[in-house]
């Protein structure tokens, strides 16, 4: 069984248009996260969630609306794509945030390209 | 500069040394991870450690708080090690990870 997953796994698309990247856990854990990787394989946290509320918003676009329909899942929205939105986003999640014995589950990632 | 800085860049061994990554961070850490990520993307957790050392098969990771360093090791490389190899630190009092750059793993047969 899949721990962390993310749907799709590649996005293509064009500037200006609206799409979702779907994260689900089966872990059970309380926190999830979105991750951007650019090119230059740089991670950086846009947005954490505890138990369906929102604890960080990494000062990211209002572009980008996370919604947590419950403490398993944590999609991510994108209104009007611009190109430099193209990136690997990774969903993840652990089940206490912050704690030092609580080891973060990533998804395999979605590859977004904006053309 | 970055909070977390790895070094180094990018490792090129051959199949059979010992590496040596090393990692270090400028703040106060609540815990430190290193994480493994393929040529296919996925990200895995190797460790996550506060103090001292661990070991899982052949990795080594270390930490020395008062320094503020943190290694991995790799013994008897192999093809298959080649990813990129990334340091996080949770910061006191944050509720975030902070990444290092990554360091990219070559192991020629």
């Known amino acids: 069984d899949t721990a962390v997953s993310q749907t799709p796994k590649y996005l293509v698309t064009q500037m200006g248009n609206d799409k979702s990247i779907k994260c689900e856990q089966n872990?059970?854990?309380?926190?999830m996260y979105w991750y951007k990787q650019d090119s230059k394989k740089f991670l950086k946290i846009m947005f954490s969630?505890?138990?369906?509320?929102?604890?960080i918003n990494e000062t990211v676009p209002n572009r980008f609306s996370p919604k947590s329909p419950d403490k398993a899942h944590l999609n991510l929205h994108i209104n009007s794509l611009e190109l430099g939105d193209s990136a690997v986003y990774f969903c993840?999640?652990?089940?206490?945030?912050?704690?030092?014995?609580?080891?973060?589950?990533f998804g395999n990632g979605t590859r977004l390209t904006v053309t | 500069k970055n909070e977390v800085e790895q070094s180094p860049q990018n490792l090129t061994a051959q199949e059979g040394e010992f590496i040596t990554i090393n990692c270090s961070y400028s703040?106060?850490?609540?815990?430190l991870h290193w994480l493994q990520q393929h040529p296919g993307g996925g990200i895995v957790s190797l460790f996550m450690?506060?103090?001292g050392k661990k070991k899982h098969g052949r990795l080594i990771a270390t930490i020395n708080i008062q320094e503020k360093h943190s290694s991995l090791h790799i013994t008897a490389s192999h093809p298959r090690d080649s990813a990129v190899y990334i340091c996080?630190?949770?910061?006191?009092?944050?509720?975030?990870?902070?990444f290092g750059q990554g360091t990219r793993l070559t192991i020629n047969p």
């Open positions: 993840a999640s652990s089940q206490f945030a912050g704690s030092n014995n609580s080891p973060l589950h």
């Open positions: 872990l059970g854990h309380d926190t």
């Open positions: 969630y505890n138990n369906k509320e929102l604890i």
């Open positions: 703040v106060g850490i609540s815990a």
């Open positions: 450690l506060s103090s």
């Open positions: 996080a630190v949770w910061a006191q009092g944050a509720q975030k990870l902070v």
